[in-house]
């Protein structure tokens, strides 16, 4: 499914994504799993790690992504398709999938440092963040709690 979610953002954003926003789309939408059925999407261990969510698997699996290209001008790695036509690719995902998703793209894509900040924020706020960055430095790989978002869920609704 990593490789799934992998290839459907850059898709979707039609290659206009950066390695960083993805690692954090691919968080969120583990995340918003979670929250809403309580089971991830993948299957990644995710970690704090250098401030942010992060999972080596994830490099592990762009680096064997035949189809995608990685471009780094220093600051950022962009990540694009090696064959342009695969951004009108159709994806065998439920609808409610997709939806979801494409929410997270809708909500955070794009380029210019105001959606990268707010993209940055939101995740550092969710509850799995909050609790890591509380008890954690930043150089230390720390397990990220994703369970904690949807208690977080089911005690605003009161349940």
Known sequence: MLEQLILYF???TKGHITKTQLVKFLYLADLYSVKWTGKQLTELDWCYYLRGPWHQDIDTALEGMEVL???SDGEASLITAK?????????DLSEG???MLDNIRKEWAGAGTDKFQALMGYVYETAPMVEAKSKHTAEEKASLNLQLEREKLLAELGA
């Open 10 to 12: 850059v898709c979707k």
């Open 83 to 91: 064959d342009e036509s695969l951004y009108s690719s159709e994806f």
């Open 69 to 71: 290209s990685i471009q």
């Open 97 to 99: 999938l997709k939806l």
